[in-house]
């Protein structure tokens, strides 16, 4: 089954408030299919539509029978040719050339299509829609859904194109905006929602759950919220909370777009700190969330009127950055960090330090809307590797973990969901204008810009969390040179897993790398320098395989594979026994720190102090895509 939602402003009995319209009223009117007082433009053009066959239109987008309802002295339904077009909707008596054109609906961008919905398919056998206007709204019907969604994404994309502000007389707008005082900035309160919500709902009671007050009274609340951020000293936790507040109410966001557009629209001193914070907050509200197509409307045209008004002033600067993030953005998962926020309101990027393998390091300004592929693309193009035919992947990371960051996930996203962890290292001051440097936060931010971190600087601790760019997959291994960049990410990288514990040696060949690597560290032994800590040089941790029967009571490791799950003894890569997939009856995590696989009558406990690998083994298992060890653990 397929439902077709709409926007929930859009359900409501909305008539078009246009300028002019053809159709409906009597027998005479339909026939001469103009209004009264229509521009000679309009006139000229339905005239020459009259005159034109109707197959000789070139503009039509959509045609086809459909259902229409008439009301008389009973409702009844009847069988026109509608034909779509870039600026009407019309219905003539038949299909043929030369057929008798019934009636016509003007299409502007203020009419509205309430899509098809299962409800009424189940009440009369039709799937129908609704497209309204002016005065008239024609209610057609089909038997097939695709026809009806067709005929409404068709009649949705013609609405769409038609430009809200060439409709209006800027004199009539000011006229609107002088005598509707609830369009305009106010120091009093708000008493009531600027948009209707209903006074009782379902979800009520899932809102209440989670601390929230009925929808109407939140929104209310939340235009106070609004008011004291012009005398706040620290406007940054405001401006949080009702971005949360926002996030968890889904439909406050609409209602504080329009709070937002009241407020900065004339103003008594609108180029004041105070009042800059409600343009501020619309910044930070439209990197966030996006309103819906009605109110996105609006707003545009709200955004436009102020650029026309106060150019080159700051509020003409906010409303063009505002316009521009209402193109790019999308939802997002959390509400922006402290340090976000602050960036937006002044219209400033970030400054986000990106590690490669080795001790090497990025630094790249980031906004709201970037994703990880542009940071992949702008690492590539900074290291010289836009040639390689090799796969790379950002990787969040730490000392015990490590996992890919999805292409398409947004680079603020992730730096917010792990701010508890990062502090405010990843973050450097931020710039509006030229890109200069500026003092960091963090020690390593204190270089130059889209430098590499010098051999020098003191290596991260293994409790922080970063964002490495890596190798994701070798296609090209022929390829690699001994001096390329590349050479250095394979060595780097192969280095990470056997200090993690991910390619099986001996004990001896363990200690042989440590002793190695600790040589291509520090050097020559002298009793001044520094020994790195012995987890970055040897493998730390230890996973102990034990068998309920008491086969195998010792230290092992553990592959798993595209076809079998084997057990191995350190130092050998013959397996000592391997369980195909089709024997283990089950596995899970049986507790934080074992692993239990069952095959046949025996069971095979795992048990290990590091809790992430009973996890990883669980969500490793089920899938069986790749060629070789794809996971080892001692």
């Known amino acids: ?127 129908s829609l609704t497209v309204y206007g002016r005065k008239h709204c024609y209610r057609l019907y089909t038997r097939h859904f695709n026809e009806a969604v067709h005929w409404a994404c068709a009649l949705q994309k013609v609405i769409d194109t038609k430009a809200t502000e060439n409709k209006f007389d800027p004199e009539v707008v000011e006229h609107i905006y ?109 990197c966030t969330f996006l309103p819906s197509p009605v109110v996105l409307k609006y707003l545009r045209f709200h955004l436009k009127r102020i650029q026309s008004q106060a150019p080159e002033s700051e509020m003409d600067n906010y409303a063009s950055f505002v316009a521009e993030a209402l193109d790019k953005t999308k939802c997002r998962e959390s509400v922006p960090s402290w340090e976000e926020i602050q960036m937006l309101m002044g219209r400033q990027e970030m400054l986000c330090t990106v590690h490669y393998p080795g001790s090497g390091s990025c630094q790249l300004y980031v906004s709201s809307h970037t994703t990880a592929n542009e940071v992949l693309r702008r690492m590539q193009e900074q290291l010289g590797l836009q040639e390689s035919k090799n796969t790379f992947a950002l990787y969040e990371q730490s000392a015990l973990w490590e996992q890919p960051v999805a292409g398409g996930a947004l680079i603020a996203d992730i730096l917010t969901s792990v701010r508890p962890l990062m502090g405010s290292r990843l973050f450097a001051n931020s710039r509006f204008g030229p890109r200069t440097a500026g003092p960091s936060l963090s020690n390593k931010a204190s270089s130059s810009t889209s430098t590499s971190s010098s051999e020098g600087e003191e290596r991260e601790t293994p409790s922080q969390w970063r964002l490495c760019f890596k190798l994701y997959c070798l296609l090209d291994a022929d390829g690699i040179t001994v001096d390329s960049i590349e050479y250095l990410f394979l060595f780097e990288q192969c280095h990470e897993m056997v200090v993690r514990g991910q390619l099986p040696a001996c004990e001896e060949d363990l200690q042989a790398l440590a002793a190695l690597r600790l040589q291509c560290v520090v050097g020559d032994f002298s009793g001044h320098a520094p020994c790195p800590p012995l987890d970055q040089l040897f493998p730390g941790h230890v996973v102990e395989a034990r068998s309920s029967t008491g086969s195998f009571s010792q230290k092992l490791w553990l592959g798993v594979a595209a076809t079998s799950v084997s057990l191995y003894r350190q130092g050998e890569t013959e397996a000592l026994e391997s369980l195909p997939y089709g024997q283990i009856c089950s596995y899970g995590v049986s507790d934080s720190h074992t692993f239990k696989i069952t095959a046949g009558d025996r069971d095979l406990l795992f048990e290990t102090s590091k809790v992430d690998h009973g996890t990883c083994l669980n969500q490793r298992l089920p899938f069986k895509g790749f060629s070789g060890p794809e996971h080892l653990v001692e």
Not at 231 to 251: F, K, N
């Open 178 to 286: 002088e005598h509707n005082p609830i369009l305009r900035y106010t120091q009093g309160p708000l008493y009531a929602p600027l948009l209707a919500f209903p006074y009782g709902s379902a979800e009520h009671k899932y809102y209440s759950g989670m601390g929230y007050r009925p929808v109407r009274e939140e929104a209310v609340k939340l235009f106070h919220c609004l008011q004291q951020l012009e005398s706040s000293r620290q406007p940054v936790p405001i401006i949080q909370g009702v971005l949360q507040t926002c996030l968890d109410l889904r439909p406050l966001r609409d209602e504080l777009y329009c709070q937002l557009a009241k407020q900065t629209c004339r103003p008594p001193q609108p180029h004041t700190a105070a009042h800059l914070r409600y343009w501020q907050l619309l910044a930070c509200m439209s």
């Open 1 to 127: 089954e397929v439902s077709v939602h709409s926007e929930p402003l859009l359900r409501q009995p909305l008539y078009c408030r246009g300028f002019w319209e053809c159709g409906g009223g009597s027998t005479e009117r339909r026939g001469r299919h103009v209004v009264p007082g229509a521009t000679d433009e309009m006139k000229s053009l339905i005239i020459e539509k009259n005159k034109m066959g109707l197959e000789d239109d070139p503009e039509l987008l959509v045609k086809g029978w459909l259902l229409r309802e008439v009301r008389g002295s009973w409702i009844k339904q009847r069988r026109y040719w509608f034909v779509l077009s870039q600026d009407s909707l019309d219905y003539y008596s038949g299909p043929e050339k030369g057929a008798k054109r019934l009636g016509t609906l003007v299409l502007t961008n203020l009419c509205c299509v309430i899509w098809p919905d299962k409800q009424s398919f189940k009440e009369t056998g039709y799937w």
